[in-house]
Every structure is written in structure tokens, then in C-alpha cells.
């Protein structure tokens, strides 16, 4: 059967933090079939995610803090990463059908580092409220704190007339996340994510101490956010999210399937982040509209076991929806790294969890 036209194709010792201060760690495994899932906490009830390839990059640092996941009590062990098979699994499949290359896997262009403290001159959106010292549209919420650093930042919304929340929400418009040796970089959680997508600040601890400092709110740019431990220390991803424009949303030109449940996050969670980012969203691969200009794209929770008799049958359920929807699937880390860049990043087997031969017509492969 023709497939569809691919071209419509620090921690907190306390433990009543809401689980959306989880942190979503990119830890990959590089031996396949031998990986052991091993769920970690930090001694301040961290939960690390999964994820599907250990990549190189440069830690802020091993005393960075870690977000609090509710229901877990202080003095718990350190974080031990959780390991996972990677998903590149060749497995033959038949029948295969040659579908014209679509621009949805043709290498992005990578933008220049935005190195420049600030990345100049941007002023922040809320700034014009606090002319008559109106902060009323300032709305904080915080991951990664210790309870010190904590109680500084409700202090700062009680002293200045902004709000403060423990979720992220639709009003959130500053996100105030734990650095360590590197300043403007942090961990990746489930806030940092949230914030990205909605286009908030995202802000270094130290912004908080010094407007208590200063008796007042200061400009948020030299405090802004940079990167993080796991995309990069410096690529931007929080400044050029919050100032795209309407018609420059993320996933506008997109429309997802969240299939199958996912580790440390929701689905719910997941589709919000994705809809926020501009995507339309369907419950079944068989909902695709197709409508022209979307390109039809699966989401999945990549499989976890050392047992390969569930990842062959993984494997060619992706096929089987290729075949029938010309759609991909792809890991949810593809959405992860998208976000936290806001630029979508390029389709290929570092995240596609369909079979090589099944695609390798189609795909362009780093």
C-alpha cells in the first residue's frame, strides 16, 4: 500500500514540590542490548529521564543542583544515570516503497552561537510595566532551588508586587532556574521546557539576588539563559524563543501524534509543550489530516528493555505506521531538543525509531 505523501507529511530537601520541577536529563547508553534501566534520586528526590545517546558536552557542574519530585524524603542517594538502549536498529523489513525525499529530514542549517552576553539590546516584555512600578504582570516560578534560594525568589515577588506559583501556567512569565559553574547554562527539566515553549524569561538564580540587591526588578538580559547540559552551553534556544513571533512558531508546520505512554513525563504534558510550540495535535496516526503544509510526524517513548523480541516488535509497529500513514516515528527527544533549541532540529537516526531499510530511501542521513 502507498504511503501518504511525505511532503503533507540543587536539589530541594523538601518533598512537596509538584513533579513539574522533574528534570529531563539527555543520558544516552552506547552498548546496545545491554543497558539496565537504573532509576536514580539525588539526595534532594531527583528523577532523571531517559534519554537515547550520551553526548559530549561540557557539565556545569557535578554540585549543580537538581529539581525535587514529590513524595521523595531528604538524604536520598545521588542521581545514578539511567541507562537505555539506543535506537539504532536496523531491521529488515519487506515490501519496501520508495517515497520522494521530503524537506521534513533535509539537514537544518545550524545558526550561528549566540555568544554575546545578552545577545544584545533586547529589551523584556514586561519592562513597560514597571514604569509606575507596576509588577502585576510579573509571574515567577522556580526549579532547581534549594529551599534558601527558594524562600529568595518568593521574597522577590512579595517585595515587588509580582506573583509566584509552584507550576508553570499560562501567566508564568519568568522561570528562575539553578546555574552552576557556567552561569548562563543549566540542567534541562520539565519548567526550563515549559518556559521555552511559552516564550518566558529564563533566568539565572542570580537575577533574583541582585534585584533584592537593588530594591527593585533589573533587566533580565544579562541574566538570561544561554543553554544547557545537554544541547550546548550557548546555543540560545530561551532568546530566540521568546522573541519569535506568531508566525514563527516552532512546530507550526507540523502535526503530531503522542503515541504510546512516556517515562518521567505525561503525555498531557508533552502535547501541551507541543501545541504551545504551534503543532496540531491528533490521539491516532489515523486522524492525520494531511492538510497541506503539515507534515504528519509520530512521537514515541523509545522501548526500554534488553529483550529483542520487544524491540523487533516495536521496530515494525513504526514500520507498519510508515507504510500506512507516511509518517515517522521519532523519539520524544527529538521534540526535547527541538524546544530547547526552538529551532527544529534535523530527522534522522539518532531519533527515527523505524527501521533503517525501511527508510533509508527517503531520509537524509548525517
Request: with cysteine; net charge positive; charged share 25%.
Amino acid at each position: 500500500m502507498d504511503p501518504r505523501p511525505s511532503s503533507a507529511s540543587p536539589g530541594l530537601n523538601v518533598s512537596k514540590l509538584s513533579h513539574t520541577d522533574l528534570p529531563v536529563s539527555n543520558n544516552y547508553a552506547s552498548k546496545a542490548f545491554g543497558a539496565k534501566e537504573s532509576p536514580g534520586f539525588s539526595n534532594d528526590g531527583t528523577r532523571s529521564l531517559n534519554s537515547l545517546e550520551k553526548r559530549k558536552v561540557d557539565p556545569v557542574s557535578e554540585t549543580t543542583s537538581r529539581d525535587s519530585f514529590s513524595g521523595f524524603s531528604p538524604g536520598q542517594k545521588p542521581t545514578v544515570e539511567m541507562q537505555v538502549i539506543p535506537n539504532q536498529r536496523f531491521i529488515p523489513s519487506p515490501g519496501k516503497t520508495a517515497v520522494k525525499k521530503s524537506s521534513l529530514f533535509r539537514k537544518q542549517p545550524t545558526p550561528e552561537p549566540l555568544s554575546k552576553p545578552g545577545f544584545g539590546g533586547n529589551v523584556s516584555p514586561v519592562i513597560a510595566t514597571r514604569e509606575n512600578n507596576d509588577n502585576s504582570h510579573v509571574a515567577l516560578v522556580a526549579t532547581g532551588l534549594p529551599r534558601d534560594e527558594l524562600s529568595c525568589v518568593r521574597d522577590v515577588a512579595k517585595t515587588f508586587g509580582c506573583k509566584f506559583n509552584q507550576k508553570f501556567n499560562s501567566s508564568t512569565t519568568h522561570v528562575i532556574v539553578k546555574t552552576g559553574a557556567q552561569p548562563r547554562a543549566c540542567d534541562r527539566t520539565l519548567k526550563y521546557f515549559q518556559g521555552i515553549a511559552a516564550k518566558a524569561w529564563i533566568l539565572s538564580f542570580e537575577w533574583v539576588v541582585d534585584s533584592l540587591k537593588a530594591g527593585q526588578l533589573l533587566d533580565e538580559e544579562p541574566y538570561e539563559i544561554q543553554g544547557d547540559t545537554v544541547n550546548g552551553l550557548n546555543h540560545g534556544g530561551p532568546h530566540r524563543a521568546r522573541l519569535a513571533g506568531d508566525k514563527e512558531l516552532l512546530l507550526k508546520n507540523y502535526e503530531i501524534c503522542c503515541f504510546g505512554d512516556y517515562i518521567g513525563l505525561n503525555k498531557d504534558e508533552l502535547k501541551d509543550m507541543i501545541e504551545t510550540c504551534g503543532a496540531a495535535t491528533v490521539q491516532d496516526p489515523s486522524m492525520f489530516t494531511y492538510k497541506p503544509g503539515c507534515r504528519p510526524l509520530i512521537v514515541a517513548q523509545p522501548v526500554v528493555t534488553k529483550d529483542k523480541n520487544a524491540i523487533t516488535a516495536a521496530t515494525a509497529k513504526y514500520d507498519k505506521f510508515y507504510r500506512q500513514f507516511g509518517a515517522v516515528t521519532v523519539s520524544r527527544e527529538w521534540i526535547l531538543d527541538s524546544i530547547a533549541q526552538y529551532r527544529t532540529v534535523a530527522v534522522n537516526m539518532e531519533y527515527i525509531l523505524c527501521s533503517r531499510k525501511m527508510i533509508d530511501d527517503v531520509i537524509d542521513i548525517d
